[in-house]
């Protein structure tokens, strides 16, 4: 079946590179596995109604990305396997958000100009602001790969108390370990939404692709915003996996008789759209 070329011209970008994010998420869903032959040039004309100089620039785009290999005469390979590459599940409750970056490296990024950047509003979370916060920005990878940015702003005081530990380390692990602190309230928005030039640049994608961009707030026993974070992923690394019965199997711990129908799975994909979850420490 050939795809309506209308389509394409729905958005801004390139037609190329619409079909290469396609080609890509036949290889990701493994329909075409690594090593295999993928389709004719021919055939993908046919079957996305494009010019072939189209196809071979998607072509050279996939290339270009290691995820394909041309060969004259024999034909286009899969080099790349793209099915474990969403490894990030976004942490929807605390314990899985504190595990989820327990063994990443930090590297600290300037922010000079910056030092006295205000706590900006914050309207997900019942909380006052601390009278001064700690600005740091970072990016976050795991083994060499680049995989959020995030700018953060820690109450001062708390700080204060272990400012290296909260330089080298990811903050929320030391967080959640340091003593008399006491967190009541956990609350993050995500929001799919696309890459700006900085972003782009840090996290090694392109201007425009789609990320998960979220936000997280956390308040200590005195109603204080103790921390907040603003964290953008490239959506192609994450998944989101949320219980929707988790509520009913909690309540029902007292109640032996009752069945408790299996957790539900909700699996995101590239971000093209905008769509907006609210998760928090339950």
């Known amino acids: 079946?050939?795809?309506?070329?209308?389509?394409?011209?729905?958005?801004?970008?390139p037609i190329y590179l619409q079909i290469a994010s396609l080609l890509r998420q036949k290889i990701e869903h493994?329909?075409?596995?690594?090593?295999?032959?993928?389709?004719?040039?021919?055939?993908?004309?046919?079957?996305?109604g494009a010019a072939r100089s189209t196809l071979r620039e998607a072509l050279a785009q996939l290339e270009n990305?290691?995820?394909?290999?041309?060969?004259?005469?024999?034909?286009?390979?899969v080099t790349k396997d793209l099915s474990t590459e969403r490894w990030f599940k976004l942490p929807?409750?605390?314990?899985?958000?504190?595990?989820?970056?327990?063994d990443l490296r930090v590297k600290l990024l300037p922010i000079s100009g910056a030092v006295g950047l205000a706590l900006p509003d914050v309207d997900f979370i019942d909380g006052e602001r601390a009278d001064s916060y700690r600005y740091?920005?970072?990016?976050?990878?795991?083994?060499?790969?680049?995989y959020c940015l995030i700018d953060i702003w820690l109450e001062r005081s708390i700080f204060a108390r272990?400012?290296?530990?909260?330089?080298?380390?990811?903050?929320?692990?030391?967080?959640?370990?340091?003593p008399g602190l006491?967190?009541?309230?956990?609350?993050?928005?995500?929001?799919?939404?696309?890459s700006d030039a900085d972003t782009a640049a840090l996290l090694d994608i392109g201007v425009g692709d789609p990320i998960a961009d979220v936000c997280r707030a956390l308040t200590d026993s005195l109603g204080r915003i103790v921390y907040y974070a603003h964290i953008r992923y490239p959506a192609r690394l994450i998944e989101i996996e949320i219980d929707l019965m988790r509520r009913y199997s909690r309540a029902a711990k007292n109640d032996k008789t009752k069945i408790i129908p299996?957790?539900?799975?909700?699996?995101?994909?590239?971000?093209?759209g905008r769509r907006k979850a609210h998760a928090s420490d339950r």
């Open 30 to 48: 493994g329909e075409w596995q690594v090593g295999q032959c993928i389709p004719t040039l021919e055939q993908l004309m046919a079957t996305y």
């Open 182 to 194: 006491a967190i009541t309230r956990a609350k993050q928005v995500v929001r799919i939404a696309v």
């Open 1 to 13: 079946m050939t795809l309506d070329p209308a389509l394409f011209r729905r958005s801004r970008t």
């Open 92 to 102: 929807t409750d605390w314990d899985d958000m504190v595990a989820s970056v327990a």
């Open 162 to 178: 272990d400012p290296k530990a909260f330089i080298k380390a990811p903050v929320l692990t030391r967080l959640a370990s340091l």
């Open 262 to 272: 299996a957790p539900g799975r909700v699996r995101e994909g590239n971000g093209h």
């Open 136 to 146: 740091l920005r970072r990016v976050h990878y795991r083994q060499d790969l680049a």
């Open 65 to 77: 990305e290691g995820v394909i290999r041309r060969s004259r005469g024999a034909g286009t390979f």
